[in-house]
């Protein structure tokens, strides 16, 4: 395809398996607004200590509840939000977000997939339009005609045919499925090496879905493109992914080969993500919901985050050492990792067993809840009481 | 504690049916033409049943369970079909008897006696087409008998009332003979009830997180303790640890309270999990409908083979997967014979001319309805598709769309 060739020679595509774009201790606070100007500020502490790799060619999830810091993870790695403190590289130089023409090449090169379909277009533009506009801010086509050429050849490349049909269409003309298409389109147009696609099926219709996450894949593998795919959705991360990183309000808390984590979670809060996902196989194993475990809950307000590990409050296996400081990452074997006290604090654990008597650990934590519950019978899921 | 009617009475075959709608159609009347929205469908409920209606988005569920509740205004227009329900006489939240809030309103209304007989414990009462209500019957219909759970959860509730004043306002409207010291510890019981504690009585919905707005929701659903309660997509715009909770929440109240559920999603492998009966909706009509487990084992319209397996799953080989290629179709011209033939992966002949007929897949399955002409022994006389030839049917499918 002549797109693809024409790509190539502008910047040199980048060999599969090689890292892109990489994140390093990413922090993201977000102002409160406050009244009183004496009182300490405060803040939303949305993601704490986030790094991670994107490698061209190859789909990394990003799971976790909302609230966890997914989006603004992918916002910090667009561009959209400045981190508060840690870097970003791309093809190993520290990217600088401040303005000018590295600004402009490095949103060129990473772009956004939003997951709105319905909010991320104008509705006052045609599909032509909304197209061409990244196509000439890039600088890739210059005249009409090549606007138009280009504009048919995205178009074709989403599958969106017969093109001619589409192009003089306005988005509310369109189904969800194909909007998003459109969406995706109209990232593709910057020729990015990296695809933020956040949440790019969760607003779409059940049947859609996969038509939409199959598209990805191919252009991914058309394009050698980098892509980080956020999701709630942890049966389709396996699906699509390669790695997936589980977030917990704001703290990495696990990550590694996709079906290593579906098939052998390691951390409590990954165990948890797992058994509330719809999973009908379970009709054959006896039947009925499967009862959640006990401690359960919502995700702390993130202004005045719980110490230490932020899922302590809700994890069954809650040690004193968990309210103290968050553990270090330990090391499970083959790219399988974990931030958790139950397999050590760094270092390696290739057997991933737990290293402290978990048994136990649960059996006394559900007696003082019981015992707390005793007390205060029908307590709620009550925010801020951490 | 509430004393559940059902929980305890075994042999009353007569009365276990709850509901029974008959070739119930809508349409809706727009400017750019009619929208069959919803066509000639029929089911029965049970009492205590979990019934599930999936399909995509547009293919009629919501308007259906609405058409059921009287709840659809112009321009929707329901332009046939009967909904019967099926009374009976119970005990009301207090515990004094409640001859059925319906024949009362209907003795009322037509000045005859029907109250005054002695009415037994649990005896069934005629059954009422609620299509044909008045406007009086049909007040203490819903809400007593039958109440919703809309849709989202952030807007379902109002902003500026308290959640209990919000569950104490259906009281004042339908229970007007209590006062407001029972309504308040039926509201505490009610928040007790769905899992949320009592000092919230006084928050406001934006105090709340949105799992226990929904559970608000709830709590206001069950004030009445109805017979049946319709769930629009409750649990959508929640976080699945969240979701899971709510449906655990449910089933247990079910169980507590035995009333039944009218449960609409698009989610199929949840409602696989939660619902005993499913019915799965295309284009206005019926396309299947099953218990749980004889769907999840074995779809036999090619459109739950796709919907089901729209899903990826968390076990097994991770297979390439590609949902059902096409979109649904325009309500204003729905397509000749099987609405489902231009997206079908093992379409023939008939499906173009002939409209299926839900009838059972297989003698040996009667519970199994499809409306399917695979399925019919007149034009395939080998018998209901295999699931290898729904899935090779798929694959050549998803083939032929990526070679486009």
């Known amino acids: 395809m002549s797109v693809t ?40 502490h949305a993601v704490e200590d986030a790094s991670f790799t994107l490698y061209a060619g190859r789909v990394t999830a990003l799971v976790g509840e909302s609230g966890s810091g997914k989006t603004t993870i992918a916002r910090m790695l667009a561009g959209v939000y400045p981190p508060t403190s840690g870097t970003i590289r791309l093809h190993g130089k520290p990217v600088n977000l401040k303005g000018g023409r590295e600004r402009h090449e490095f949103r060129r090169q990473v772009q956004l997939v939003f997951q709105d379909p319905f909010g991320s277009l104008n509705p006052v533009h045609t599909i032509r339009y909304i197209l061409s506009r990244p196509l000439r801010v890039f600088g890739h086509a210059r005249s009409g005609a090549e606007v138009s050429d280009r504009v048919m050849a995205l178009l ?97 808390v696990e990550g590694g080969p996709g079906e290593e984590i579906t098939q052998n979670p390691k951390h409590p809060y990954t165990q948890l993500l797992l058994s509330a996902a719809p999973d009908p196989d379970r009709l054959e194993e006896g039947g009925g919901l499967r009862k959640l475990p006990e401690r359960r809950g919502e995700i702390p307000s993130l202004i ?45 654990n290739l057997s991933g067993t737990p290293v402290v008597d978990a048994a136990a650990i649960r059996a006394t934590n559900m007696t003082a809840t019981a015992a707390k519950e005793g007390d205060n019978s029908g307590n709620g899921t009550g925010e801020g009481k951490v | ?34 929208v069959h929205a919803v066509n000639d469908v029929s089911f029965t409920l049970k009492r205590g049943e979990i019934l599930g209606l999936a399909g995509e988005s547009g293919c009629g569920k919501s308007t259906l369970a ?34 059925s809030s319906l024949s009362l309103a209907r003795s009322k209304q037509h000045g005859g006696n029907g109250a005054r007989r002695p009415i037994a414990d649990d005896e069934a009462l005629e059954p009422v087409d609620v299509l044909q209500m008045g406007a009086e019957e049909l007040r203490s219909f819903r809400w007593s008998e039958l109440s919703i759970v809309f849709q989202s959860a952030m807007n379902a509730l109002n902003p500026v009332m308290n959640i209990g004043r919000q569950i104490t306002d259906v009281l004042r409207a339908h229970r007007p003979q209590m006062g407001p010291d029972e309504r308040k510890q039926r509201a505490l019981e ?11 009585i006084t928050s406001y919905p934006h105090q709340l997180s949105g799992g226990m707005r929904q559970r608000a929701i709830i709590a206001i659903a069950l004030a009445l303790n ?59 009509r019926i396309v299947e409908k099953a218990a749980n487990r004889d769907l999840y084992r074995h779809p036999r319209h090619p459109y739950s083979y796709g919907l089901l397996h729209s899903f990826p799953s968390l076990h097994g080989p991770r297979t390439k997967a590609g949902g059902i290629p096409g979109s649904p179709p325009d309500l204003r011209a729905i397509p000749s014979g099987c609405p489902f033939h231009p997206r079908c992966p093992l379409v023939f002949s008939p499906c173009s001319e002939v409209r299926p007929e839900l009838a059972p897949s297989t003698a ?35 083939e032929r769309s990526q070679l486009r």
């Open chain 2, 190 to 200: 009610l928040l007790r009830l769905v899992g949320i504690a009592p000092d919230r």
């Open chain 2, 226 to 284: 109805p017979e049946l309660i319709i769930m629009d997509e409750p649990t959508t715009a929640l976080d699945v640890v969240v979701q899971r909770e709510i449906l655990t929440e449910i089933i247990r109240l079910r169980e507590e309270f035995g009333f039944s559920v009218i449960f609409i999603t698009h989610d199929l492998s949840l409602l696989l999990e939660l619902a005993d009966k499913v019915a799965i909706m295309y284009a206005g």
């Open chain 1, 156 to 252: 074709q490349r989403v599958s969106l045919v017969p093109v001619d049909q589409f192009i003089q269409k306005y988005p509310h003309q369109l189904s969800g499925g194909q909007r998003q298409r459109v969406s995706i389109a109209r990232a593709l147009a910057a020729q990015p090496e990296v695809l933020l696609a956040d949440e790019p099926v969760s607003m779409l219709d059940v049947s859609i879905r996969l038509q939409i996450l199959n598209l990805l894949l191919r252009l991914k593998e058309e394009e050698h493109l980098a892509l980080l795919y956020i999701t709630h959705d942890i049966a389709s991360a396996r699906y699509f992914a390669d790695e997936t990183l589980v977030m917990y309000a704001g703290q990495m």
């Open chain 2, 66 to 99: 609405y058409a059921v509740a009287r709840m659809l205004r112009p321009p929707a227009y329901i332009t046939g079909g009967q909904v019967l329900y099926y009374p009976r006489s119970r005990l009301d939240e207090k515990g004094s008897r409640l001859a």
């Open chain 2, 364 to 398: 040996a399955t009667p519970q199994q309805l499809v409306a399917c002409h695979l399925s019919n022994p007149t034009y395939r006389p080998e018998g209901p598709p295999t699931q290898e030839e729904l899935g090779e049917g798929y694959r050549a499918l998803l």
């Open chain 2, 1 to 34: 504690m509430i004393q559940s009617p059902v929980a305890n009475n075994p042999d009353r075959a007569q009365t276990d049916l709850l509901l029974s709608v008959n070739n119930v159609s809508v349409d809706y009347l727009a400017g750019s033409g009619v």
């Open chain 1, 5 to 44: 060739a024409q790509h190539a020679r502008q910047s040199e595509a980048p060999r599969e398996g090689e890292a892109v774009l990489e994140a390093e201790h990413l922090r993201k606070v977000f102002p409160v607004n406050q009244f009183n100007p004496f009182a300490a500020r405060l803040g939303v």
């Open chain 1, 304 to 348: 005045h985050p719980p110490s230490g590990c932020r899922f302590h409050p809700r994890c069954p296996y809650a040690m004193e050492v968990c309210k103290q400081r968050f553990p270090k990452t330990t090391d499970l074997g083959n790219g399988h990792w974990t931030n958790c006290y139950l397999y050590g604090d760094g270092g390696t």
